[in-house]
């Protein structure tokens, strides 16, 4: 199976500030990556697919970027919503495979 | 609007079954390609199986592989999860999930969850 690896595992910042999360596949996965957001008994929300692409309803804060084996999701300007668990997800194979997830916590 | 309900989790005794469902509306059912996750608690995200539109495809992950069988009904908009020789390590919130159109993952769309708990 394709491992994903996230980075970091918590990240502490502040409303306004811009944040980056790293995702690492251990293989090449061209550009089949999402990102998802989960809040605490919910279910995770969809945010970018293939790589870059943002889904509909999602704020244009939310950016995401890379191919290959290193991607990025990036918010620009931190809003009091945004707190809470990212992961990435490859379904470059048919065995989809998640990072463990990024923490995202107010400083 | 897609939506999709689970049911059937609950507490039961290591060694034990139980089946799950899923029942979607919003969309043609019998056209995607749908898929059972599931999240220990505290923990990530587990892929465990997914079923083609037709049933023609069928895939699971090693740790449930010969112990739960992924199933649908088309005329019935359902999805199932049969879950047998339940261990602890089964312990999570089960999503079903549906599969995106287009250039999306297999898991654009997500239920609310329902819980299985094995334990004595």
Not at chain 1, 49 to 68: D, H, N, T
Not at chain 1, 97 to 102: C, D, E, L, S, V
Not at chain 2, 13 to 35: E, H, I, Q, V
Not at chain 2, 88 to 115: K, M, N
Request: with cysteine.
């Amino acid at each position: 199976d394709i491992q994903m690896t996230q980075s970091p595992s918590t990240l502490s910042a502040s409303v306004g500030d811009r944040v980056t999360i790293t995702c690492r596949a251990s293989q090449s996965i061209s550009s089949w990556l999402a990102w998802y957001q989960q809040k605490p008994g919910k279910a995770p929300k969809l945010l970018i697919y293939k790589a870059s692409s943002l889904e509909s309803g999602v704020p244009s804060r939310f950016s995401g970027s890379g191919s290959g084996t290193e991607f990025t999701l990036t918010i620009s300007s931190l809003q009091p919503d945004d707190f809470a668990t990212y992961y990435c997800q490859q379904y470059n194979s048919y065995r989809i495979t998640f990072g463990q997830g990024t923490r995202l916590e107010i400083k | 609007e897609v939506q999709l309900v689970e049911s059937g989790g609950g507490l039961v005794k290591p060694g034990g079954s139980l089946r799950l469902s899923c029942a979607a509306s919003g969309f043609t059912f019998s056209s995607y390609s749908m898929n059972w996750v599931r999240q220990a608690p505290g923990k990530g995200l587990e892929w465990v199986s997914s079923i083609s539109s037709s049933s023609s495809y069928i895939y699971y992950a090693d740790s449930v592989k010969g112990r739960f069988t992924i199933s649908r009904d088309n005329a019935k908009n359902s999805l199932y999860l049969q879950m047998n020789s339940l261990r602890a390590e089964d312990t999570a919130v089960y999503y079903c999930a549906r599969e995106g159109s287009g250039s999306h993952p297999p898991t654009g769309d997500w239920g609310q969850g329902t819980l299985v708990t094995v334990s004595s």
